[in-house]
């Protein structure tokens, strides 16, 4: 009985220095509440907007949608808001082939559900929505939001910092200086 116990006191001991010695991943770190935000760069708006996604995660993840006013880097706002709700499907997600490989190979977590938006003019839409995780770099996160009805994917940030930092451009903006399009449209 002993020899028994020695065994498993020791494959246990194994199994403990193992699962301390793993490194963390993005997707082990990801807080319960999360903020993403994004420079949504589209010139048929009048200017650039900081749109936020605000998430609570646990078995279903609901995410709020919205814009924040950034009236100091003449950005423009609007009360277009939305809803999210949807589960955790990585282990049966597949990378569409269009998307880019940096994000393909470098996935977390896949969260899928519907998305539901009311723009400022009152017209409500919903779709199919994703958040694909992927690593970018050692310890930073990104999280790609995937339209697959609409056919495209853009990058959202863990701070607006983060976002300006990935989309540079003149600031305040002046009106004419817009960064190109940072979302991946499907061919």
């Known amino acids: 009985m002993t020899g028994r116990r020695n065994v498993l006191l020791a ?10 010695a ?15 935000n994004r420079l949504d760069m589209d010139a048929s708006n009048p200017a650039p907007e900081h749109e936020r996604l605000s998430c609570s995660r646990g ?16 950005f423009w706002w609007d009360t277009t808001s939305g809803d999210f709700l949807g589960t955790d499907v990585t282990r049966i997600w597949e990378c569409p082939a269009w998307f880019p490989a940096s994000i393909c190979t470098n ?13 400022a003019d009152g017209v409500t839409f919903s779709g199919p929505f994703d958040l694909v995780l992927a690593r970018a770099g050692s310890d930073a ?6 339209w697959p009805v609409f056919g495209f994917t ?4 863990r701070t607006f910092s983060e976002a300006l930092a990935a989309n540079p451009m003149p600031l305040p903006f002046n009106g004419s200086d817009w960064p190109p399009l940072d979302c991946v449209f499907s061919p």
């Open 107 to 119: 996935v977390t977590r896949v969260v899928a559900g519907t998305m539901t938006i009311t723009r």
């Open 141 to 146: 996160q990104v999280l790609h939001a995937y």
């Open 59 to 74: 078995i279903v993840w609901a995410c709020r949608y919205d814009k924040a006013p950034e009236p100091a880097l003449a």
């Open 154 to 157: 853009c990058p959202w940030y």
């Open 11 to 20: 494959a246990a001991a194994a199994a403990a220095v193992l699962v301390a």
């Open 22 to 36: 793993a490194p963390a991943t993005p997707a082990d770190i990801l807080p319960q509440n999360s903020v993403w």
